[in-house]
Antibody, heavy 123, light 110 residues
């Protein structure tokens, strides 16, 4: 059974940093690209970032580019999101999601999602 | 910031057919495939339709998708109470070099 378990969320002050983790199990982690998607309170889904199977291809939304860094450790079956210079508008539930392809692919789709970890940016 | 536009809400009575539109541009829907996600209240999203009109195993055939030009649609026929959820279209965007979601549509079963 595929499982994605996010952790690392919490309350953080504006301008500070936070690192999210996603522990994957039930599939061959290094065979697939992975994504972070967030959802602000009462809002829609927003794609944040994705990374190919070998970390060779990475992309970010314009809203987080230059502040967030996605990474993965295939030996540990883990995905990460380093979030720096956090803003109030980064407050959201952050989901880790698995793609069906190894590469960052235009036909990609997110076929498994975790339950999310909540990040609240407030003073 | 969504570049894919959906109506905020749609509704119908049990058994009716409901259609949700998703409007994009040549850099996303016009040149790439469309996926649809269903998010039941309080849960994580679930892949509902992929590659414009394909259903993952386990998704009832009353859900169907289509795409034409820079727009796509999701249809729910024989609406059921358990279909009450938020629905999001999504596609790759060549200009952004990333994935984009629609604004989302809340479906209410009257």
């Amino acid at each position: 059974e595929v499982q994605l378990v996010e952790s690392g969320g919490g309350l953080v002050q504006p301008g500070r940093s936070l690192r999210l983790s996603c522990a994957a199990s039930g599939f061959t982690f290094d065979d697939y690209a992975m994504h972070w998607v967030r959802q602000g309170p009462g809002k829609g889904l927003e794609w944040v970032s994705s990374i190919s199977w070998n970390s060779g291809s990475i992309g970010y939304s314009d809203s987080v580019k230059g502040r967030f860094t996605i990474s993965r450790d295939n030996a540990k079956n883990s995905l990460y999101l380093q979030m720096n210079s956090l803003r109030a508008e980064d407050t959201a539930l952050y989901y880790c999601a698995k793609d069906v392809y190894a590469a960052r692919h235009a036909a990609g789709r997110l076929n498994y999602w975790g339950q999310g970890t909540l990040v609240t940016v407030s003073s | 910031q969504s570049v894919l536009t959906q109506p905020p809400s749609a509704s119908g009575t049990p058994g009716q057919r409901v259609t949700i539109s998703c409007s994009g541009s040549s850099s996303n829907i016009g040149g790439n495939t469309v996926n649809w996600y269903q998010q039941l209240p309080g849960t994580a999203p679930k892949l509902l339709i992929y590659t414009n009109n394909q259903r993952p195993s386990g998704v009832p055939d009353r859900f169907s998708g289509s795409k034409s030009g820079t727009s796509a649609s999701l249809a729910i026929s024989g609406l059921q109470s358990e279909d009450e959820a938020d629905y999001y279209c999504a596609a790759w965007d060549d200009s952004l070099n990333g994935y984009v979601f629609g604004t989302g549509t809340k479906v209410t079963v009257l």
